[in-house]
């Protein structure tokens, strides 16, 4: 995930991003307005789109596309065409891709200056960029109906729903998109665990932590027993809550919305607020450290790949896989195992959450593409089946082999590059890494898909995920006094919270918790509620719930 930037640089950003958009708005961002409707390609000589074929197989154009590729994240890998997933996407497309990357800033200067790249991936689903995406995107609905109608048989109908702007036309799609049939098969695994290392729990005879009177004293006898240890840590809090806000409030299961179907403030849920004065307790008696509070992401994995953390709240176990892996192979015993951890004192189940149906990564193809036919065909390839398996295992024989049960496993060789030299299985394979449009599903096929060290955590994971679509960009829109109101109660509830858990005492724990509902009050809170109850109203309708 992208890191936190500075407040003050966010604060430039949002400004400068809002006057770059103004200009694309007003038709004045080098012609990039309503009335550019996008290139016009030849289909003549090259194929007849056909609903029951892809494109790509029917495409005869011979010399290869040339095709730029913004993706908003300095982080991604632009090398094209050199690994075995690019490669054989180059080979089969007949494309050659040059990925540009770059941050917010970066990405407004294309609106202000007019040269746009052909395609765009952005990962803010409720950001100007995206929702303004028909006076700069060219429509997939549109696209696929003159270019390449099989993208229809392999795009999710809620996904594109789910997309879909006020004109009824769909322009982006995202990866890791699940939706309710997603959801009822089964195949997406969870990413939430609380987990305790099993030399631990085995030397303290594996406590049960349900209750807040069951958890502080495991934490106690850990302390006792293992005095170099951290009691319990939790991911890294940032300018955000870590996961010990919505992540702990879905593993306790506190309700998603109000009696009516309304917006419900699942910080002061009674039963969260027990939990977080248990915490407030545990951290009193020293079984939390303070510098759990300042640690940044990096410091929180160190943690975690050396052992530190005897017990933790954890999100993200995929994303910690290779940390709780490089435990696991050099403390054989010692590995971390999920347990039932806290649970609802008033009987809820837990409501897990994943990625939901906006998925992660968005990308669009530009009313400057040079060539709209083809970006679209990238579309349908990696959304297919072929591409699926692909970005996900590679090349069958030459990477992975089919299981008589249907099951997919690496090739010996592949497999010990995999678990021994992680750094050449990405330079030269680069399987479970170039995921646009990729899938939770597809990795349920092999157990080779993640690492041994979270498969425990994602089989205790079953059954307790709940989709959250509802709770899905619901925020105000940007530039509302609404939304400046959430960004300071956003900002006022991560100070509060650790100030909760810090407390010195209980009144000081009060005090807090009553001067952020006073906060609430004096900062529009009211008005925000209305905005996202109207806006999880929408979002029924749109998904036909």
Known sequence: MLGIKAIGKKSFTVMAFMMAFALVVSGCGGGNSDSKKGKEVSMEGRYTPDPETPAWKLDKKEE?????????????????????????????????????????????????????????????????VVQKASTWALPLNELAEKYDPYFNKVAAQDTLNWFKLKDGNTYGYPNYSNTQADYDKGTIPAKTAFIIRKDVYDAVGQPKMGTP???????????????????MGFNSIGEGTGSLGDVFQDFIGVPLEDENGGFYNRNLDEDYLTWMRTLNKVYRGGLISDDSFA??????????????????????????????????????????????????????????????????????????????????????????????????????????????????????????????NPDKFKKDYRMGEFMFFGHDRHKALSSDAFPEAIKQMQDWGKGKLKPHFVLENIEPDQGTPEA??????????????????????????DKVLNDYKKFLDDNNWGKIVEVRSEKMKANKEKLGL
Not at 216 to 229: C, G, M, R, V
Not at 406 to 415: K, N, Q, Y
């Open 213 to 231: 009177e069951e958890f502080e004293k495991a934490l106690t006898d850990i302390k006792q027993k293992f005095p170099s240890l951290i009691p």
């Open 64 to 128: 290869p596309t040339q095709l730029t590729w913004y993706v908003n994240a300095d982080w991604w890998n632009t090398d094209f065409g050199k690994d075995v997933v690019t490669k054989k996407i180059k080979e089969d497309l007949n494309i050659d891709i040059k990925f540009i990357t770059g941050d917010d800033t970066k990405l407004n200067t294309f609106f202000a200056g007019g040269e746009m790249p052909d395609l765009i991936t952005t990962f803010d689903a409720r950001s100007s």
């Open 295 to 420: 640690d940044d992401g990096t410091s929180f994995e160190e943690k975690v790949k050396s052992g530190k953390y005897a017990t933790m709240m954890l999100d993200g176990t995929p994303q910690q896989g290779g940390n709780l892996q490089s435990f696991k192979s050099a403390n054989p015993g010692k590995e971390y195992i999920a347990i039932d951890g806290p649970q609802s004192t008033v009987g809820n189940q837990p409501t897990l959450n994943q990625s939901g149906i906006t998925g992660w990564m968005i990308t669009f193809i530009t009313k400057q593409n040079s060539d709209p036919a083809k970006s679209l065909q990238i579309f349908t390839y990696l959304l297919s089946e072929e591409g699926q398996m692909l970005m996900n295992y590679g090349i069958e024989g030459e990477t992975y082999k089919k299981n008589a049960d249907g099951t997919v496993e690496f090739l010996p060789e592949i497999r010990d590059l995999q678990l021994n």
């Open 484 to 509: 400046r109101s959430l960004t300071a109660i956003n900002s006022k509830w991560n100070t509060a919270l650790v100030s909760m858990i810090r407390s010195k005492s209980e009144a000081d724990f």
